[in-house]
């Protein structure tokens, strides 16, 4: 059995409620902080009226420890216009932090570490068992394609969300989920995904 240690989140109970066959989306994302405990801190903060904060439902940290600080059963407030039949995975990583919206940072450095990738593959498989309908991944750039004026350059924009990133292995996890590509502008640019 796959050892995921749950943590979940103060407002769970607020977060609204969906039976296992409304799922039928992973989103991939990284956290874009330097560690677990800024990651859970952020996901802490209550940011909307509802009572309720941003998270994804699991978190994989770098050294492939898998955390559940929302349940499947529940939609978490993780990607623009796809949370009700999404879960949210988020892999530890610094991403573009602290300087997300820099014109001049946009690169993503930090590879994901093996045993990362391991554990997403191991938890993609369990969410399979568990949620029949799951047939689709994606990545946060995938859906959420939107661009912001950069900090450093409000003249200029760049992408509100870069993330997994051009880093992540998509044909390893592809291929070892037996899950879809799916993204918003690639499909309307008609372009294989």
């Given at each position: ?9 103060p ?22 902080l ?42 978490a ?15 530890v ?30 938890l ?18 995938d ?10 350059d ?11 990133g ?27 995904v």
């Amino acid at each position: 059995m796959l050892a995921i240690h749950d943590q979940l989140l103060p407002y769970v109970a607020k977060l609204p409620e969906r039976p296992a066959s409304a799922v039928t989306l992973v989103v991939i994302h990284c956290t874009e902080l330097p560690d677990l405990a800024m990651a859970r801190e952020y996901g802490e903060k209550v940011l909307y009226e509802s009572g309720t904060g941003a998270s994804g439902h699991y978190y994989i940290d770098r050294d492939g420890a898998i955390y559940r600080y929302v349940p499947g059963t529940r939609v978490a407030n993780h990607v623009r216009g796809h949370n009700p039949p999404s879960i949210g995975i988020e892999l530890v990583n610094q991403g573009r932090y602290p300087h997300w919206f820099d014109s001049r940072r946009q690169s993503m450095t930090e590879p994901y570490s093996a045993a990362q990738i391991a554990s997403l593959l191991a938890l993609l498989a369990q969410l399979r068992k568990e949620y029949p309908n799951l047939r689709n991944i994606a990545g946060h750039e995938d859906l959420d394609t939107a661009h912001v004026p950069a900090s450093d350059d409000p003249g200029r924009e760049v992408p509100r969300k870069l993330d997994p990133g051009p880093l992540f292995p998509w044909s390893e996890v592809l291929a070892g989920s037996a899950l879809t590509r799916i993204g918003t502008e690639r499909e309307s640019r008609g372009t294989p995904v």
